[in-house]
């Protein structure tokens, strides 16, 4: 038996917006797929062949040959994913979906794929391949909510690797330290996909993880903050980490290529873990803003306090030599039409080299998603706009269009007398747009 995975093709920022190309002196950030697949690849029993397809870097086509085709897709390839499905089941292939969007909307994927994967996909996959070679495959499988992860293999991150080709090679890919969250964050789809408890991914699993990214030349990103949260042993798993991050020989920021992080995060971190954190190798943090009191008030309505904050959240990474690689978001309910130009002045106070700039979006499944339903606010379902680059909502204080001139014209401000970015090596000048 053999399973074709496929990793849809999305829109990117500049793909959305090409004129951003022209303003913007940096080059984009092209990161690997996400873990769904190659962690499905790890708990493949050692009979069944597994390919790999990037749709991203050549469109998929009927030619990939396969007993079983499988997608794993969040919602900006929502559109693309169900298109690949629809081709391969009138074709009369065999095709099962997994990832963000069908966890999150399983009514609407469920009538593009012969079955669907509801959360996490280790525990059910083998018993999907038994059924699908029987001919009994079932429409839908849901994670189960016992699967320990201390079962879990570290990724295989090697299909993807070896799928690389000019056009498409990340330097780095994700390193998971946990999952599940038992926040309920208005924009986060985190404990819709992976439940409401966070349990922590072994060490030896991340230190695998880690030792092979290492052996192909790459580095790990680590998204989440869940590691800095104190409950359920975060930190300390964390901290440990970080000790085997050390013994890593690679360079100071070769191993890691970014942690995720909050502004009020790093104003409230112990020194001493910044400074663990710094001496194990991590020089950037991407810090994400626009979901936390800090930076809503600060950009949304101008809390001179929180502005404060703010930037002494940046002069904070700079004391302990990590760049504050920041992400802002605009579209808030609490954002008047000034936050525009109070984003400008925190980029300007704060030194801000490089920065993106992102649309709130209603993702699907999430509290912003049902509030915003209720309210009738969701003007646009085509799924491919949902990439933080395209108005899918009526905002609370300006117009849908005002919003999305108003996040052109910030890469556009912010950049234009940054163009001495393009004289940097394409690792120091590349963002994400």
């Known amino acids: 038996m ?20 022209e303003a913007v002196p940096c080059d984009e950030y092209l990161g690997g797929p996400s873990l769904g697949m190659a962690s499905l690849a790890a708990v493949t029993p050692p009979q069944v062949e597994v390919a790999f397809h ?15 085709y499988a997608l794993s897709f969040f919602t900006p390839a929502a559109t693309r994913a169900m298109q690949i499905g629809d081709m ?21 994927a469920k009538e593009h794929f012969d079955s669907i994967v509801v959360g996490e996909g280790e525990a059910v996959w083998p018993r999907l391949l038994a059924d699908a070679a029987r001919g009994e495959l079932k429409p839908r499988y849901d994670a189960d909510p016992d699967y320990d992860l201390a079962n879990l ?19 780095d890919y994700p390193l998971q330290t946990s999952r599940g969250c038992p926040l309920s964050c208005d924009a986060c789809v985190l404990p819709g996909v992976m439940r409401n408890k966070l349990r922590l991914i072994p060490e030896q699993t991340m230190l695998t993880a880690l030792a092979d990214l290492a052996r192909r030349g790459k580095r790990a990103a680590l998204t989440e903050d869940t590691s800095f949260f104190f409950f359920s042993g975060a930190r300390r798993h964390f901290r440990s ?14 191993k890691v290529s970014y942690i995720g992080i909050s502004m009020p995060m790093i104003l409230s971190l112990d020194p001493k873990l910044l400074r663990e954190i710094s001496e194990a190798g991590v020089n950037r943090f991407y810090l994400v803003c626009g979901f936390d009191p800090i930076t809503r008030k600060a950009f949304g309505t101008g809390d001179p306090d929180s502005m404060r904050k703010a ?21 808030n309910d609490t954002d008047d039409e000034g936050v525009f130009d109070r984003m400008l002045e925190f980029g300007r106070k704060a030194g801000v080299d490089k920065t993106e700039f992102a649309i709130f979006t209603p993702y699907p499944g999430t509290p912003a998603w049902h509030q915003m339903q209720e309210q009738g606010r969701i003007i646009d379902t085509t799924w491919s706009h949902y990439n933080d680059a395209n108005v899918v909502f009526r905002p609370k204080q300006m117009t ?9 014209d910030l890469w556009r401000e912010f950049y234009k007398d940054k163009m001495h970015l393009q004289s940097l090596d394409h690792r120091d000048r590349t963002i994400q747009f």
Do not use: N, W
């Open 400 to 408: 849908p269009d005002r919003l999305l001139q108003g996040y052109l």
């Open 54 to 68: 990037d749709d991203r870097l050549k469109p998929f086509s009927l030619a990939l040959e396969a007993d079983l």
């Open 311 to 331: 930037v002494a959240s940046i002069e904070r990474c700079h004391e302990f030599d990590i760049e504050p690689y920041t992400s802002l978001l605009v579209g």
């Open 153 to 171: 293999p570290p990724p295989k991150i090697d299909m993807y690797v070896d799928a690389e080709d000019p056009a498409l090679h990340p330097d």
């Open 241 to 254: 980490f970080l000790e085997g991050l050390k013994r890593d020989p690679r360079p100071r920021g070769e």
């Open 88 to 108: 391969l089941r009138a074709a009369g292939k065999k095709v099962v979906a997994g990832g963000i969007f069908p966890s999150m909307m399983p009514h609407v």
């Open 2 to 21: 053999k399973v074709q995975f496929v990793y849809p093709r999305f829109e990117r920022h500049a793909q959305s917006h090409p004129e951003l190309t």
